[in-house]
């Protein structure tokens, strides 16, 4: 629908996939970094059966929301906002995009890498990326690891902006990503 | 009378010795035609592959000995006897090898080899079928194996597998008993090229 204008609000299959994956991070970060601290045993392999079986939903879910965006516009960035903050708000926005496949594609790799396959919740395994090899793990981990506070960063600054459109600017750009609720008609 | 007698039971000793020796002739025909063989160490693979977190995952032994005596036509004298070095497990992740050595797996500090031996082995449609002993973390157990035996010059091929519950050996105690994250069930696949015995 190239000629529509855009809409008001963020659709129920986008909020859907932004709350749905939104929860799932925050279930990983919780696996992920609780699990490092876990000697390599029964509830350590466990708890990253779990971090894997999450990664490949997320990443499953990044690939039909990316698809399911290129069809469909997002609404519009709302009027008051500067070049700079604009700028920085799709900035912000790409990075989450990217690293929405990086974290679990480092993830699946890593596990390859150190020969631990990875199962989604014990239905099918997903093939191996990489043959077996410690010095090729140990890189992709640290990318992980790393990668995430970057996530980490992003995802906050992300609610500290919504918080400030809501709060401060008193614009809509938080609601309308809200289901159940509804946003004043621009002028 | 006497002569009549003295002739039954020569002939008899004479029947009884002929008797003897054709069972005698018979055992060493069937020992001679099961030819004797080793392991080529350096070609032949003895994996495992085990279940984890609900994928599969494979390992191997680099150290293993195997001594075979087989003939198609002399199963009853024929075995396979493997010697199995725990040490030398390999699962391509140095973590995962160091918990398996443990006292909760294979416990290598006390159980530092493994060993199979066959007590029958019988043909079927796709080749041979056997069971025998292993003798695992102390604990042992009869498990069948299926295999392939395909001669080549003058050694052969022995290729096959088995499925065997590491719980029956008490391979994984404590947190590793539960099947949840570790399956019960881990199959056996091997390949040995075997050499004559000089």
């Not at chain 2, 009549?4 to 008797?19: D, I, K, P, Q, R």
């Not at chain 2, 005596?69 to 199963?75: E, M, N, S, T, V």
């Not at chain 2, 030398?88 to 031996?117: C, E, G, L, Q, W």
């Amino acid at each position: 629908m190239p000629n529509q204008s855009p809409p008001t609000r963020y659709s129920a299959v986008a909020q859907g996939f932004h709350w749905i994956i939104a929860a799932l991070i925050v279930v990983q970060f919780t696996l992920g970094w609780t699990a490092q601290f876990l000697p390599l045993g029964a509830r350590k392999l466990a708890r990253l059966d779990w971090h894997k079986s999450f990664g490949m939903t997320i990443l499953t879910l990044a690939v039909l929301r990316l698809l399911w965006r290129l069809f469909n516009r997002p609404p519009e960035l709302p009027p008051g906002m500067t070049k700079f903050e604009r700028q920085a708000a799709r900035v912000n926005h790409a990075l989450i995009y990217v690293l929405l496949f990086v974290m679990p594609l480092t993830g699946w790799m890593m596990s390859s890498a150190k020969n631990y396959s990875v199962s989604w919740f014990h239905q099918f395994t997903w093939p191996n990326l990489v043959g077996p090899n410690e010095q090729v793990f140990n890189l992709l981990k640290t990318t992980h690891d790393t990668l995430s506070w970057l996530l980490f960063s992003v995802a906050l600054l992300h609610i500290l902006a919504a918080f400030k459109h809501h709060f401060w600017d008193k614009d809509d750009v938080l609601k309308r990503m809200l289901p159940f609720t509804k946003s004043e008609k621009r002028s | 009378m006497r002569k009549l007698l003295a002739g039954t039971a020569a002939v008899l000793l004479n029947s009884a010795a002929v008797l003897l020796c054709s069972a005698a002739a018979l055992t060493s025909s069937a020992a001679a035609a099961a030819a004797s063989y080793t392991a080529d160490p350096a070609q032949s693979r003895l994996e495992f592959v085990g279940v984890q977190a609900g994928a599969e995952f494979k390992g191997v032994f680099h150290k293993f000995t195997a001594n075979v005596d087989f003939a198609p036509d002399a199963l009853a004298g024929s075995r396979i006897d493997v010697q199995i070095d725990m040490n030398s497990v390999d699962s391509m992740d140095k973590d995962r090898d160091t918990t398996i050595r443990s006292k909760d797996i294979f416990d290598v500090a006390h159980n530092p080899t493994a060993h199979y031996v066959t007590k029958t082995i019988t043909k079927t449609a796709a080749g041979y079928s056997a069971v025998g002993a292993l003798t695992l973390r102390g604990v042992t157990k009869d498990v069948p194996i299926d295999f392939q035996f395909v001669p080549a010059g003058a050694g052969a091929k022995l290729t096959g597998s088995a499925k065997l519950n590491r719980l029956d050996f008490g391979v994984g105690q404590g947190d590793w008993k539960s099947t949840e994250n570790v399956g019960d069930a881990v199959k056996i696949n091997f390949s040995l090229v075997l050499k004559p015995k000089t």
